[in-house]
């Protein structure tokens, strides 16, 4: 069932465009002019919605601001040369978005509203996606429980939105990370796999340490030794030691990131040895020692890849050789941009075209 042309479309009487400067976006600056909105109550999905951009309106007792259930994706749209419109890996983000609303007891939004309704809104908001290199239209569709009760209590009520905003490059600049020891993003058995607003926020008060030592990001270890290492900051972490890339594998307190789905994917289509496994803190010094790691790098969807120049491990600073633009990395980020831009054959059906 599509649902494309039947939403209700209440069109902005006054667009925001003009005051955007997109060969200055920055990321997260801007949002587009509308937004979709459909509500869950007394056990069924309403109708939904898109709407001029606002606020909304919600009581101090809502549930989501009391007990956590707050739960989103992140995701983007391109304009191609040929003026269609691709969402890249809508159908993989959709899966992932329905694995965390089931682990914090969230009722399942219905594909139809989920990728028919993000269709509709940004062929609403198609002057919004930029043409500059290495920007796009970020997607945000998010889910809270909308509940006013202030019982503990799963809620049984909830809020979706999907809105988006133009976005220009991110990490522009190799990044210094620091492995942190001490403060943990996720414990085995949590919620770590899950995209869910308190990961989040749990993660800014060592990353604020972190940057007033001097770094910009930290690399996660695992909860229960420290020993290896898990995610960078916001993105999943990848290394090419020894000439492989490497990256931990996804669990329970690792997001599966899509772009790491994807740029492990092309490494295989580009004969790129790769390996997801264990990778110990120990086993970074070692590499280091012997000057054997070559690259490092967080992968997510803001940036693809965002490259590491320096490495904290136990009070020394470690260094990565000077990037190339031969590099693994941008092997993998160029093959991933020429797919989404519909300049290279989509073989693995991640485009999504209008």
């Known amino acids: 069932m599509e649902l494309t042309d039947e939403i209700l479309v209440e069109q902005t009487t006054k667009s925001r465009l003009p005051e955007v400067d997109f060969n200055k976006l920055g990321f997260g600056t801007y949002v587009s002019d509308h937004m979709l909105i459909c509500n869950y109550s007394k056990g069924q999905w309403q109708a939904p919605r898109i709407i001029p951009f606002g606020d909304i309106t919600i009581s101090p007792t809502t549930l989501a601001l009391h007990y956590g259930q707050s739960v989103f994706e992140g995701l983007k749209a391109f304009k191609l040369d040929d003026g269609r ?52 239209l970020y997607i945000r569709p998010l889910m809270f429980a909308s509940e006013a009760k202030f019982g503990v209590k799963i809620s049984d009520e909830y809020c979706f939105i999907i809105f988006t905003g133009p ?46 030592a001097g770094y910009d990001q930290v690399l996660w270890t695992d909860a229960r030794e420290n020993k290896f290492i898990e995610e960078s900051g916001m993105m999943n972490a990848m290394f090419v030691i020894d000439g492989v890339l490497v990256t931990p594998p996804t669990s329970d307190s690792i997001l599966a990131g899509v772009t790491r789905d994807s740029l492990l994917t092309l490494a295989a289509d580009l004969g790129i040895p790769h390996e997801a496994r264990p990778v110990s803190v120990a086993e970074l010094e070692n590499a280091f020692r012997h000057n054997s790691i070559t690259e490092a790098f967080g992968a997510g969807t803001a940036a693809i890849v ?11 600073d470690h260094h990565l050789p000077t990037i190339n633009d031969n590099a693994i ?5 160029n093959k991933m941009e020429a797919i989404r831009k519909g300049q290279d054959e989509d073989k693995h059906g991640w485009n999504f075209l209008f």
């Open 85 to 136: 419109i691709n969402l890249f890996r809508v159908h993989k983000h959709y899966e992932r978005m329905g694995k965390s609303l089931a682990r914090m007891c969230m009722p399942h939004v219905p594909e139809e509203v989920f990728v028919d309704g993000l269709r509709r809104l940004v062929e609403v908001d198609k002057e919004w996606i930029p043409t500059q290199p290495g920007s796009s």
């Open 306 to 316: 965002a490259p590491i120049a320096t490495i904290h491990i136990n009070g020394i």
């Open 329 to 333: 990395m941008f092997q993998l980020k």
């Open 167 to 212: 976005v220009g490059p991110a990490f522009s600049q190799p990044l210094k990370v620091k492995v942190e020891t001490n403060y943990t993003r996720a414990a085995k058995g949590g919620t770590g796999s899950a995209k869910c607003a308190g990961n989040y926020g749990g993660a800014f008060y060592p990353t604020q340490k972190a940057k007033e």
